[in-house]
């Protein structure tokens, strides 16, 4: 339903209405249907032709992009669950073309202080509010055994927030250590009960591995606890929740 993705652009033209660093196309309603969207041309070139562009430049895109991505979340506790490398454009004044917005995922705000929650039990290496945070996250049935397996995972995730250093997204250009990882949590859970993930956490971990994906290929260098920080500086789950009731109109 294209009415659903003009309103999801519309919502998102409002969150970076003053971040001149992410542009939104414009929709032309009188043009547009419920089968068809049409929208205003953005013109930029894809990301991945600046893999070879010079360190600085990688190094600002890949900014730009991870707090494209995260401030809607942390802000207004909604997120881009498509972050394909083709949908989004780096404009010529560098500053990013967001595009495709027809998968967006709302979260309650509750969702969101669990991952900061779990964030804070990573970086204290504090067991009980891991816990609390994988259940306000929705995870159900948690036995001692599951909840060490998909900490491994969510070690994996949370790495470079957790590291007060300028450093890649990954240590491992390759990846190699994330589907590495990936398996050994799969081999392990598929022998425990098994485990069956809240659709939010699918969400979620589709946006991080998607943008950190781009972010690796792109060879960028950023201190992501430093921006990380930044991000979620005040963070209040009521005033998220009341942000988001007035973005979408309810």
């Known amino acids: 339903n294209y009415l659903t993705e003009a309103k999801n652009l519309k919502a ?89 917005l027809g998968c967006i995922r709302r979260f309650p705000g509750q969702f969101v202080q669990g991952v900061i929650d779990l964030y804070n039990a990573l970086l204290n290496n504090n067991r009980d509010q891991a816990v609390a945070a994988y259940e306000a996250w ?17 070690r994996l995730l949370y790495d470079p927030l957790l590291d007060d ?23 392990q859970l598929n022998k425990t009960t098994g485990i069956k993930p809240p659709r939010e956490f699918v969400f979620m971990d589709r946006a991080a591995v998607g943008v950190g994906s781009v972010i690796m290929r792109l060879g960028a260098t950023q201190n992501w606890y430093q921006l990380f920080q930044e991000l979620i500086a005040g963070f209040n789950q009521q005033q998220v929740d009341q942000r988001q009731n007035e973005l979408l109109g309810e």
């Open 12 to 100: 998102y033209q409002k969150i970076f209405a003053h971040e001149p660093n992410v542009i939104l196309p414009d929709v032309y309603d009188s043009l547009t249907t419920h089968r068809l969207l049409t929208m205003s041309w953005v013109e930029g070139k894809p990301v991945l032709d600046f893999v070879n562009a010079s360190q600085e430049m990688r190094n600002q895109i890949a900014k730009k992009l991870f707090h494209a991505w995260y401030y809607p979340f942390y802000h207004y506790a909604v997120i881009h669950g498509d972050p394909h490398p083709g949908n989004y454009k780096i404009m010529e004044d560098g500053s990013i073309g967001l595009l495709d």
């Open 138 to 154: 929705g995870f159900t049935n948690l036995t001692h055994e599951v909840i060490d397996i998909i900490t491994q995972w969510a």
């Open 165 to 187: 250093r300028v450093r890649p997204i990954q240590n491992d250009l390759q990846g190699m250590v994330g589907w590495e990882t990936a398996n050994k949590v799969h081999e």
